[in-house]
C-alpha cells in the first residue's frame, strides 16, 4: 500500500528541491542572493527569517551568518530578533539577557547564541546583534514601557537608513512597523499604562531591573498590503534563494511610508474587515 504524502510534501521529481548542498555551493547561494539584496559595507541590517526549509536543503545558519557580516564588514552592523514573547509571560516573569531563549527560529537563535555581541534587555521584544556600536544601538529598551519604541533595534534600523531581509516570510513578520503603531498611535495599538505588565529582567552584569510593557493588543494586522506600494517606489526586492523566497526593504522607506498612511488612516495596518473596539481588555 502507497504511503499517503504528508501536506506540504514534495513528490515526484519536485522532491530534487530537497537535494542537500555542499558547504561550497550553499556559501555560494548565499552570495548571490547577499549581491541582489545590495548588501555594502557598513550597512546596518535586519533579519527575520524562516529557517527549516533552507535547514532541509543543507544551508547551514552559521554558513549564512558568516557570509552577511563577511559582507557588512568591520563596520557593519547584523541585528535580529531575539523575542521572547512566547516563554517570558505573566505565569513566567523573569528574563535573563544571557539565558532566555528567543522564539524566533534556528536562524535567529544560532545568531543569538554564537555570535551576537549584545542584547538588548526587554523581557518580550528584545534584539540581538553585532557591529561596532552595538551596545549604543541595543541599550536602553527595557527603559520605555512599549515593546517596539523607536529607540529598539526595530526603529534603530529605520533611523540608521539600514535594510530589512525578510528571509522565507513575508511583511506579516516586519516588527518594526509596529514602531509607527507605537509612535503614532500607542491608544489603538498597545494595552493601557494601567493593564502594562511587570517582568523583571536580568542585565549582562546581573543587575536586576524591574520593567514594565505595554502588550500589543491582539489585533488582526494585514502588513502585506504594503508590499506592492513599496514594490512601486522602487524601495523593495525580492528573489529566491534555493526554494526559498526573499525580501529585502529600504528601511527608512518603510518607516515613512507607514507613517504618511498611518496619519491620514490611523488603522491602516490592520485587515480591512476588522472593527475596532477599544474598551479595556
Keep these: 500500500m502507497a504511503r499517503k504524502q504528508k501536506r506540504g510534501e514534495c513528490s515526484g521529481r519536485r522532491s530534487i528541491n530537497l537535494t542537500m548542498l555542499n558547504q561550497a555551493e550553499g556559501e555560494l547561494a548565499i552570495r548571490q542572493m547577499i549581491e541582489a539584496i545590495g548588501v555594502q559595507a557598513g550597512d546596518t541590517l535586519l533579519v527575520h527569517s524562516a529557517f527549516r526549509v533552507l535547514s532541509q536543503q543543507g544551508l547551514r545558519a552559521e554558513w549564512l551568518i558568516e557570509e552577511i557580516l563577511a559582507s557588512l564588514g568591520s563596520n557593519g552592523t547584523l541585528l535580529m530578533p531575539a523575542m521572547s514573547w512566547r516563554v517570558v509571560t505573566q505565569n513566567s516573569q523573569l528574563f535573563d539577557v544571557q539565558t532566555t ?3 524566533v527560529g534556528a536562524l535567529a537563535e544560532t545568531f543569538r547564541k554564537n555570535y551576537a555581541q549584545f542584547r538588548s534587555v526587554h523581557p518580550t521584544h528584545s534584539v540581538a546583534g553585532c557591529g561596532p556600536d552595538i551596545r549604543k544601538v541595543l541599550d536602553g529598551h527595557h527603559k520605555l514601557t512599549t515593546p517596539c519604541p523607536m529607540s529598539s533595534g526595530f526603529g534603530q534600523v529605520l533611523s540608521r537608513k539600514g535594510k530589512i531581509l525578510l528571509l522565507g516570510v513575508g511583511l506579516e ?27 523583571s529582567c536580568i542585565d549582562w552584569s546581573g543587575q536586576i531591573h524591574t ?31 534555493l526554494s526559498v523566497n526573499w525580501i529585502c526593504i529600504e528601511a527608512e522607506s518603510l518607516l515613512n511610508l507607514i ?12 485587515a480591512s474587515s476588522h472593527e475596532l473596539d477599544l474598551k479595556p481588555h
Design 101 to 103: 531563549a528567543g522564539n
Design 173 to 199: 513578520c516586519c516588527t518594526s512597523i509596529h514602531c509607527a503603531e507605537e509612535a503614532l498611535f500607542p491608544e489603538i495599538y498597545l494595552d493601557t499604562i494601567e493593564l502594562a505588565e511587570t517582568y
Design 211 to 241: 520593567v514594565r510593557v505595554q502588550r500589543h493588543r491582539k489585533l488582526p494586522r494585514d502588513f502585506q498590503k504594503f508590499e506592492s506600494l513599496l514594490r512601486a517606489i522602487g524601495k523593495l526586492r525580492s528573489g529566491r534563494i
Design 259 to 270: 507613517m504618511d498612511i498611518l496619519q491620514h488612516e490611523p488603522l491602516a495596518t490592520l
